[in-house]
């Protein structure tokens, strides 16, 4: 029986769920429009004063993207749970966890993504410098696929459970924690005149971490909530 | 020949069987019977290796489907009670995915055929979320046309099936089996597969 080598089992589910998505564009608007709100939020409620909005700028827009990527962690597998398509895909002859890792990159480039695309936009309602925002893409670029990756555990495992969406919240928050602190450091390091290399390298550091266990993690998650 | 030994089951406290054996060899039809909440799904499950047995072993060509793992699932193929399709597809897109998730790429040509010998012609195109129930199981049924993995479990394949597919069902089943492939599965509908003795397995 002939079987897909490994890259082309990636491209296909990447492109399967980049073609759901098209067919539902709503999902991914939603998650859109929830950062852009919550961002533009902060600067009508605490006022004009410039140097304070700065000052804060990069907290805000990191914790924005990372309850934005909450919000939309619910729909990287229960979908597929509830039509019986992951069942299908746990008998794929192959690994799982290149599979999960292909809905993990497809779930970032529909929601991580377009975060780290508008990021910029936003950041100047907060009077940014251009080095700032330069810098706030880049770690969110090397952050928001970290989110995905957690939050692709966190949503295999509390599969099928009622009430999973915010128990999920509760098990993946804690653990972004140092993605937000390096990503939101990096931005405050390069504004007071610091070089962010450290937080960038330590941001990478995670992704690849994350890059290494997370799609195996997963799997195996996956694997017990089919039980 | 997929050979169980001393299988036990349950889920959750409660035990739902124990020492169940039996051997299947190619060419054989293998009916699991039972009422509702007897196991059978769980059984069809456990032989696909979603659930982990209690006690006992399921092997594959004489070796622990476990060992086996990736191998194994190649000579599988598994229809639950999920139709396992995608309502934003349309049916075509459907009987291609899932085909080359479970690695025989199809072209769109052999897709076609397939569905249209499921009875579905004229709705290749057409989005699954307006096919109804039974059209819904054809879609998810033309896998088995497309597939070469020689052991099909199938659970309830005939559920909003009209007369007509039924037959059809029963024809592929032969041809199947002619063709030295192995079949289990569970229906609460008659069956007649021609030519083929079914072999039955109760769950009490």
Redesign the interface.
């Given at each position: 029986?002939?079987?897909?080598s490994l890259l082309s089992?990636l491209g296909?589910?990447i492109s399967?769920d980049l073609?759901?998505a098209m067919?539902?564009r709503a999902d991914v608007l939603t998650t859109l429009i929830f950062f852009v709100l919550v961002v533009s939020l902060f600067p009508l409620a605490v006022g004009t004063e410039m140097d304070m909005l700065r000052k804060m700028a990069p907290g805000v827009v990191w914790v924005a993207a990372l309850l934005a990527s909450m919000l939309s962690l619910g729909r990287m597998f229960s979908a597929d749970y509830?039509?019986?398509?992951l069942?299908?895909?746990?008998?794929?002859?192959?690994?799982l966890s290149m599979l999960v890792l292909g809905k993990i990159v497809a779930h970032w480039m529909l929601s991580g993504l377009p975060l780290v695309l508008i990021a910029p936009v936003l950041g100047l309602q907060f009077d940014m410098s251009g080095e700032a925002l330069l810098v706030l893409v880049v770690a969110l670029l090397i952050g928001t696929p970290v989110l995905s990756m957690i939050g692709a555990f966190g949503a295999a495992l509390t599969l099928g459970l009622r009430g999973g969406g915010v128990l999920v919240s509760l098990l993946v928050l804690p653990l972004c924690i140092p993605v937000l602190i390096f990503g939101a450091g990096a931005v405050t390091a390069v504004t007071s005149g610091v070089s962010p290399a450290s937080n960038l390298s330590l941001l990478g550091a995670f992704l690849l971490m994350s890059l290494l266990f997370t799609p195996w993690v997963s799997a195996q998650a996956l694997?017990i909530s089919?039980? | 020949m997929l050979e169980v030994s001393d299988l036990a089951c349950a889920r959750g406290e409660h035990q739902l069987f124990a020492n169940l054996s039996f051997a299947l060899s190619a060419g054989e039809l293998l009916q699991v019977q039972g009422e509702n909440g007897s196991g059978k799904t769980t059984l069809l499950r456990t032989l696909c290796g979603f659930i982990q047995p209690l006690a006992g072993e399921i092997r594959w060509q004489g070796q622990n489907i476990r060992e086996l793992d990736e191998e194994y699932r190649a000579d599988l193929i598994y229809l639950g009670h999920l139709n396992a399709i995608k309502d934003e597809l349309n049916a075509l897109e459907n009987l291609r995915i899932s085909c080359a998730l479970s690695g025989s790429a199809v072209s769109d040509s052999a897709a076609i055929s397939a569905l249209r010998r499921m009875g579905l012609r004229g709705r290749e195109t057409f989005p699954v979320k307006v096919l109804s129930q039974g059209q819904r199981r054809r879609v998810a049924l033309a896998r088995l046309l497309i597939s070469k993995a020689p052991l099909w479990i199938l659970d309830e394949p005939l559920t909003a099936l009209d007369v007509g597919a039924v037959g059809l069902m029963q024809d592929l089943i032969a041809e199947h089996l002619n063709n030295q492939g192995m079949v289990i599965f569970t229906t609460h509908q008659a069956l007649d597969v021609s030519g083929v003795e079914t072999r039955r397995l109760a769950l009490s």
């Open positions: 029986m002939s079987k897909l089992l296909l589910v399967r073609t759901l067919r539902r509830l039509d019986g398509t069942e299908q895909m746990l008998l794929v002859p192959q690994s694997r089919m039980e | -």
